[in-house]
């Protein structure tokens, strides 16, 4: 894959992490927002390798915790947001 459809879909999942993620709700504050830009990539790489909802959403909980000090059992519905990554993922 040329490296900048992986970028733009990179991009497409930065999206979905802000908009239905957002752990710290940095949508709510004005300015750019690349606060999940980072984590990107490795959603990508799971992705492509076929990683189950399972293991897309116990990433998601690992990072609230470990990075943003979230509440560990996870508590929060990531359907939404495994659904998104999903039709992103048949563009992988």
Partial sequence: MAATK????EQEI???LLEQWDPLNVHL???P???YDAYAPDLYSLL????SDVQVARHLHQI???D???PE?????????LQSLRAIEHRI
Avoid: C, S, Y
Avoid at 6 to 9: A, G, K, L, N, V
Avoid at 48 to 51: I, L, P, T
């Fill in 6 to 9: 992986r970028q733009e879909i």
């Fill in 14 to 16: 930065e999206h979905v």
């Fill in 29 to 31: 504050q004005p300015g």
């Fill in 33 to 35: 927002h690349a606060n």
């Fill in 48 to 51: 492509a390798r076929g990683g």
């Fill in 64 to 66: 609230e915790h470990q």
């Fill in 68 to 70: 943003f000090g979230g």
């Fill in 73 to 81: 059992p996870p508590t929060r519905d990531l359907r939404g947001v």
